[in-house]
Each structure stands twice: as C-alpha cells, then as structure tokens.
C-alpha cells in the first residue's frame, strides 16, 4: 500500500509520535501527514514540522468534542485536497486500570467514548475524502486497539480483569467489523491493529517492547493489508488476535 496521505490522532507521545517520526523519515514519505493533539504546542511535534515543513501538518483535535469534527473535517480537506486522504490511524485512546472493586459508571462511560466512540464517528466525519481516495488508491482506516479487547484471551497474561479498558476495546473490535462491512463497498479496507505491550505512558516502563519496533510493524501491517484481513485485529507482528 502506497501511503499519500495519512492521518494520526493521539499524536503528541508513544505511538502516535513515533507514527509521524517514522512516516516522515521514510525513504519514500507521504505526501502529508495530519498529527492531532489536544494542545497544538507540542515540542517534539513542532521540531518534526520544522524538519518536514511541507509535509506536516499539526492539527488541535479534542477527540471526544464530537461536535468539533465538522470543522476539523472541512480542514482535512483544504489540507489533502483532490487527493483526498487514504490512511486514518484512529489511535487516541486510554488505558485505564479498573477492577471490579474500582470502577464506576463515570470510568466506563468515559473510556468508552475515548477509546470506541471516537474510532467510528471520526472516520463517519472524514468519510468524504476518505471516498475520494478510495476511487484513486488503496484507501484504510486503521483503529488502534489491545489484545485486552479480545473476548477469547480474556484471563490470558497477566493484565487482569480491568473493565474500562477491556470493554471499550472489545466496542471498538466490534466498530471495526462493521465498518469493514459498511465501507467495502467504497473500496476503504477497516482493520484494528494491535500494537503489543509497548513502553509507553500507557504501557508502563517495565512493557517488553520499544515503541520503535512496535510502530515499524504496524506501518509494515499497514502497507500490506489485503482484502483478506478486513475488520480483523492485526498485531505488529503481523499476527491475527481473536475477536
């Protein structure tokens, strides 16, 4: 797969940072990149733009302000243009660590909108240049997951049983499907992709993989989806996790 234009939220640390850095330093490097963050001024961003200044673009994004995504929409689209935009990486999110001593209703309605809501109505928002892609170029949104959302591993490893974060994943396993079903008809291929249990703020420090090594793998998943794994969840690896 041919990466033109790509869109990252959550871009400000771990993952979606290193997204940017490596697509960026890419031997062949999109077109643009579109980096989200809740607060534009980002140092480790704006050190990014002013190395690639014709190629990336920092965007103010509060994933969870729903009512914001029209406007931010309309300028995706002054931004990619006729081209229109092939790769959304819906990968803001949260872990959050509840038990069933701990949690409330307040945690699962939060976690829920961060981590499951935002992936759909997000690629609902910018499906007009996602379409106008799709009918140029291979054309995918990819939303970020866990294996903490598979209900088949659920009480494997270590992680625990943590509501929040489990359940939210699993809604966002099932988000994915469906889009995979509603949006193939327009030729945008839908996956989640896993990225492994990462030293990030998320991760934690004692994690056993490098965010470098994680966000290699993705973009190696990314570049090689077929019509084969659409609304499956792909791991860096490339390694299918069970719904």
Same mark, same amino acid.
């Given at each position: 797969m041919s990466l033109e234009s790509v869109l990252i939220t959550g871009a400000n640390r771990g993952i979606g940072l290193e997204l940017v850095r490596q697509l960026l330093d890419a031997p062949v490097p999109p077109r643009c990149v579109i980096a989200t963050t809740r607060q534009i001024n980002n140092n480790d961003l704006e050190v990014l733009r002013l190395k690639h200044p014709n190629k990336l673009h920092l965007l103010q994004l509060e994933v969870t302000n729903y009512d914001s995504y029209a406007t931010f929409a309309d300028r995706v689209k002054r931004i990619v243009g006729v081209k229109g935009l092939d790769t959304l990486i819906n990968n803001a999110g949260a872990r959050l660590a509840k038990n069933l001593d701990d949690v409330n209703p307040a945690d699962m309605v939060d976690n829920f909108k961060l981590n499951s809501l935002t992936g759909l109505m997000l690629t609902k928002a910018l499906l007009p240049v996602l379409k106008v892609a799709a009918?140029? !170029?291979?054309?995918?949104?990819?939303?970020? =997951?866990?294996r903490l959302g598979s209900i088949t591993? =659920?009480?494997? #490893?270590g992680a625990g049983i943590i509501y929040? =974060? !489990?359940t939210? !994943?699993?809604a966002l396993n099932m988000i994915t499907k469906c889009l995979s079903i509603d949006l193939k008809p327009y030729s945008i291929y839908?996956? #989640?992709?896993n990225p492994g249990h990462v030293r990030t703020a998320?991760? #934690?420090p004692t994690a056993p993989l490098d965010v470098e090594t994680s966000v290699a793998g993705i973009i190696k998943v990314i570049q090689s989806v077929n019509g084969q794994v659409l609304g499956q969840t792909i791991s860096?690896? #490339?390694t299918v996790v069970p719904n």
């Open positions: 009918l140029q !170029r291979k054309t995918l949104v990819v939303n970020m =997951t866990s591993m =659920t009480g494997q #490893g929040p =974060t !489990r939210s !994943r699993a839908v996956i #989640g992709c998320g991760g #934690g860096y690896d #490339g």
